[in-house]
């Protein structure tokens, strides 16, 4: 279990720096990526205000890159590590592609759907449920977000 975890907090490091992409695009510094058999299949940050797309999400991109490079809509025995609690839209997508596993840092109790406002990936009225860990890197992860939320506003670093 500590392997695990040691691992986790590695694959978070990287999709930190991911997050750091798009804090530096002037984007919402979330930052994601899927790892199969110790190797990165798909990554990806948020996009949104640079592609003018609402569905440019660090999840949705690093899951379109993933279903590519396995040439499969099903991503399975991967793991989806991501700085910020999924929305319901990405907690879909991560349904349908039946990620089997779930990692992400900071929670989202404004729009989170992987345990904080709902659950989607765990739903059992759906027919894919994946594993789920929430709080890896947690500060560090909420500190982007902060920072650049606290830049918007003109407030300064938290």
């Avoid at 930190?16 to 798909?42: F, H, N, S, W, Y």
């Avoid at 992400?104 to 709902?118: N, Q, V």
Wanted: net charge negative; aromatic share 4%; proline share 4%.
């Amino acid at each position: 279990m500590a392997d695990s975890l040691a691992a986790d907090a590695l694959w978070m490091k990287e999709a930190v720096a991911e997050a750091e992409k798009a804090r530096a695009q002037e984007e919402v510094p979330v930052g994601a990526l899927l790892v199969r058999d110790g190797q990165i299949i798909g990554r990806g940050h948020n996009v949104t205000e640079q592609q003018r797309d609402p569905t440019g999400h660090a999840e949705m991109v690093a899951i379109r890159q993933a279903a590519v490079t396995a040439e499969s809509r099903r991503l399975l025995d991967a793991t989806l590590y991501v700085t910020l609690e999924p929305c319901a839209m990405c907690a879909g997508a991560i349904v349908l592609a039946r990620v089997p596993r779930l990692v992400f840092g900071a929670f989202d109790p404004k729009t989170g759907a992987c345990g904080s406002l709902r659950n989607v990936v765990q739903d059992r009225r759906l027919n894919h449920r994946c594993e789920l860990i929430g709080g890896v890197l947690e500060e560090e992860c909420a500190v982007l977000l902060k920072r650049f939320f606290s830049g918007l506003r003109g407030v300064g670093d938290p």
